[in-house]
T-cell receptor
Framework: DAMVIQNPRYQVTQFGKPVTLSCSQTLNHNVMYWYQQKSSQAPKLLFHYYDKDFNNEADTPDNFQSRRPNTSFCFLDIRSPGLGDAAMYLC????????????FGQGTRLTVV | GEDVEQSLFLSVREGDSSVINCTYTDSSSTYLYWYKQEPGAGLQLLTYIFSNMDMKQDQRLTVLLNKKDKHLSLRIADTQTGDSAIYFCAERAVNDYKLSFGAGTTVTVRA
């Protein structure tokens, strides 16, 4: 059974039109991450939540925001998508102690038209 | 990740062994991981090794860790076409829970 679920798998949005990607988990992990992955590159961490605490990476554009209403759900909001934001967006979860292996969802492929 | 380096491409014949190498810079790394990513999918954890171990074997996978040289390798025995994917090395530092990923090695298995 999938433990980290991302919806939708594919999302097409218009240039400048706000879009939200969602992620849910059944692992009860206290850390949830959002990564951006462009073609043939490593995943780039945008931000993460440790419980309710939001941690932004220094180089993440303001255009990207996130919400975590409860332990199970986390959302990625792109306020005004540009063509350069087309990418695979990966959600992951982990514990914060011991073996903090990250469990990834299947990703959402975002296309901006 | 700038702290984790991998060669970008590996081509291997079906049935041969594949060896994917990774170097890292953080000597305080506690756990080191290998992830596999197939086209259009998320990352799947293959295996991990704790920093006090030298080797870990799991079926066709063998992980070797050389802490002195900060070198990690993943050997896949009897490589199959289904092993074609991108393989990411990742490390976790002792005072952090986040993982730092390498750029990934694209493995192509040819018949």
């Amino acid at each position: 059974d999938a433990m980290v679920i991302q919806n939708p798998r594919y999302q097409v949005t218009q240039f400048g039109k706000p879009v939200t990607l969602s992620c849910s988990q059944t692992l009860n992990h206290n850390v949830m991450y959002w990564y951006q992955q462009k073609s043939s590159q490593a995943p780039k961490l945008l931000f993460h939540y440790y419980d309710k605490d939001f941690n932004n990476e220094a180089d993440t554009p303001d255009n990207f925001q996130s919400r975590r209403p409860n332990t199970s759900f986390c959302f990625l909001d792109i306020r005004s998508p540009g063509l350069g934001d087309a990418a695979m967006y990966l959600c992951a979860t982990s514990r914060a102690e011991g073996n903090t292996e990250a469990f990834f969802g299947q990703g959402t492929r975002l296309t901006v038209v | 990740g700038e702290d984790v380096e991998q060669s970008l491409f590996l081509s291997v014949r079906e049935g041969d062994s594949s060896v994917i190498n990774c170097t890292y810079t953080d000597s305080s790394s506690t756990y080191l991981y290998w992830y596999k990513q197939e086209p259009g999918a998320g990352l799947q954890l293959l295996t991990y090794i704790f920093s006090n171990m030298d080797m870990k074997q799991d079926q066709r996978l063998t992980v070797l860790l050389n802490k002195k040289d900060k070198h990690l390798s993943l050997r896949i025995a009897d490589t199959q076409t289904g092993d074609s994917a991108i393989y990411f090395c990742a490390e976790r530092a002792v005072n952090d829970y986040k993982l730092s990923f390498g750029a990934g090695t694209t493995v192509t298995v040819r018949a």
